[in-house]
């Protein structure tokens, strides 16, 4: 008898978390991977969905796998110097870093829309110091379910290239008013790749639209009232891991202009 399948009901910007889903499995079935993202090897099985255009989609792939990499770097530096910090990963999909990053101490909020917690909890048994949070990010009701404070790292990964300026203005003033000690580590696209829709063929498929994107913290100007720049990073070193022949380009200001960034800040 084939196993039961759990068949998102999922469309738009929700559905593309599946691809990235999908892209972290396959790559951790590879012998030379970088990272293991043991949960998604064992659960991409248990979801019932059309991989197919993301398999072919290398471009996609690639930029969630480098991605992934320089922000399990960035977030297990955070965790090593705050053991006992709180996390929040705002958007987090089908997001399992949790899993890489669990020292025993740190306490995980999981946010996103109703239908993408819905589906993650059929998936994953989170509970102790893992929590989900059912909410968009722009409403600032869910901060009152993020119970424990303490040092604080909020996660933005993946999201807001599909968001407007002004979104994602609303979530950084929602991290600022709403809690001390906080830390954002943003990815941001290139504005350059806003009008490329096109290119990733995969998220192209499920209807979601670039919309925003940043270079640097300068970038942002007025969004991120209250907050200081720590350091403009990106996915470059990720990139070189994924695709080595970077490492002969990586010193063009015109590919550190098109690649992915990460901005980190924190609230003054």
Aim: glycine fraction near 4%.
């Amino acid at each position: 008898m084939q196993a039961y399948k759990i068949k998102p009901k999922l469309n738009g910007v929700t559905e593309t978390m599946l691809q990235s889903f999908y892209a972290r499995a396959q790559y951790s079935k590879k012998n030379y991977r970088r990272f293991y993202d043991k949960k998604a090897v064992e659960l991409v099985e248990q979801i019932d969905y059309d991989f197919s255009k993301a398999s072919k989609d290398t471009i996609m792939s690639s930029g969630v796998i480098a991605r992934t990499i320089v922000f399990d770097e960035l977030v297990r530096a955070f965790i090593e110097k705050n053991p006992n910090c709180t996390v929040v990963n705002i958007g987090c999909g089908l997001d399992t870093r949790v899993y890489r990053m669990d020292n025993g101490c740190i306490t995980w909020y999981n946010l996103d829309l109703p239908d993408v917690i819905f589906l993650r909890n059929q998936l994953f048994d989170e509970n102790d110091r893992i929590f989900t949070i059912a909410s968009s990010a722009t409403d600032d009701t869910w901060t009152k379910a993020v119970k424990r404070r303490g040092q604080m790292l909020f996660i933005i990964e993946g999201l807001s290239m599909y968001l407007s300026s002004q979104e994602v203005g609303k979530i950084l003033s929602i991290i600022h008013n709403c809690f001390d000690n906080a830390c954002v580590m943003m990815e941001c696209m290139s504005p350059m790749w806003i009008d490329k829709q096109n290119v990733e063929k995969s998220i192209q498929t499920t209807g979601a639209k670039f919309k925003w994107g940043a270079n640097s913290f300068e970038d942002l100007g007025h969004l991120a009232i209250g907050f200081r720049s720590i350091k403009d990073d990106n996915i470059l070193r990720g990139m070189e891991v994924v695709t080595p022949v970077y490492k002969l380009f990586d010193w063009l200001p015109i590919v550190k202009k098109m690649t992915q960034k990460i901005l980190i800040f924190e609230k003054i």
